[in-house]
C-alpha cells in the first residue's frame, strides 16, 4: 500500500482550544520533521470549537506505525499534544477513492 491519509479528531480539555491552536504551531514543525510525512493540515470547528481536525498524508501506513511511532519526535509531539485532549482522539487512514473534484 502506497500513500495514507490519516484523519484524526480531538476535543480540547474545556477552555484551552486557543491555547492548543497556539501549541499546534510548534506540533506541527516537530512531526514535519518526520521523513514519512508528506504534509499536515488542521481545522478547528465552527459549531464546535473544542475540537480540531487533523489531516495528516503520510508517505505509507508503515511511514506512520514503524516510522514516526518509533522516533524520538513522537515523545516531543505527544508531550505537547497530549495534554489538552479530552477523552480518546477518534483516528483512522483512509487512501483516494476517485478523482478530486474541483468545479
Aim: proline content about 7%.
Amino acid at each position: 500500500m502506497g500513500q495514507v491519509y490519516e484523519l484524526a479528531e480531538f476535543t480540547i480539555v474545556d477552555g484551552r482550544a486557543d491555547e492548543f491552536e497556539q501549541v499546534m504551531e510548534v506540533a506541527r514543525t516537530v512531526i514535519g520533521r518526520d521523513p514519512g510525512l508528506d504534509s499536515i493540515e488542521y481545522w478547528r470547528g465552527v459549531e464546535r470549537p473544542d475540537v480540531f481536525i487533523l489531516l495528516l498524508k503520510w508517505k505509507s501506513l508503515e511511514a506512520h506505525f514503524e516510522g514516526w511511532r518509533n522516533s524520538p519526535d513522537y515523545a516531543e509531539w505527544s508531550s505537547l499534544v497530549v495534554p489538552f485532549i479530552s477523552g480518546t482522539p477518534g483516528d483512522g487512514h483512509f487512501i483516494p477513492c476517485g478523482e478530486p473534484y474541483t468545479g
